[in-house]
């Protein structure tokens, strides 16, 4: 599980991210795409054409983390359109989303299976 402090700023990635890149090649989209400082602290979030992949990076102060959860079933819900730039988030609706929940309307997009 992920924890984000209330005071992280959290950017989302407009569009879709080729999911192969690796810690360079998202810091540097990051930096160019973006338009922010990679190793500033903040998270950004990054999902692949197929919504159902994901992908956020994070700078600790020592050196790059990154994060990936790919779904079982269901779609990560991400802003309408392909443009680039990025959509600052909260950490609370990062959460929903990493659940698959619709951030924007919280509703579940798949319900989990829960054990009786």
């Known amino acids: 599980m992920l924890t984000v402090g209330a005071g992280v700023k959290v950017y989302l990635a407009l569009g879709h991210t080729d999911m192969r890149k690796g810690i360079h090649g998202l810091s540097g989209l ?30 600790d102060g020592q050196g790059f983390c990154l994060y990936y959860k790919c779904l079982e ?36 997009s798949n319900a989990p299976l829960r054990a009786c």
């Open 30 to 59: 990051a930096e160019t795409v973006l338009q922010h400082n990679a190793c500033s602290g903040s998270l950004f979030v990054f999902r692949g054409r197929s919504a159902d992949k994901l992908k956020i990076l994070w700078w």
């Open 73 to 108: 079933r269901g779609k990560f819900t991400w802003p309408n359109g392909d443009t680039e730039g990025c959509l600052g988030v909260t950490s609370a609706q990062l959460s929903m989303l990493l659940e698959g929940i619709d951030w924007r309307s919280p509703s579940w």
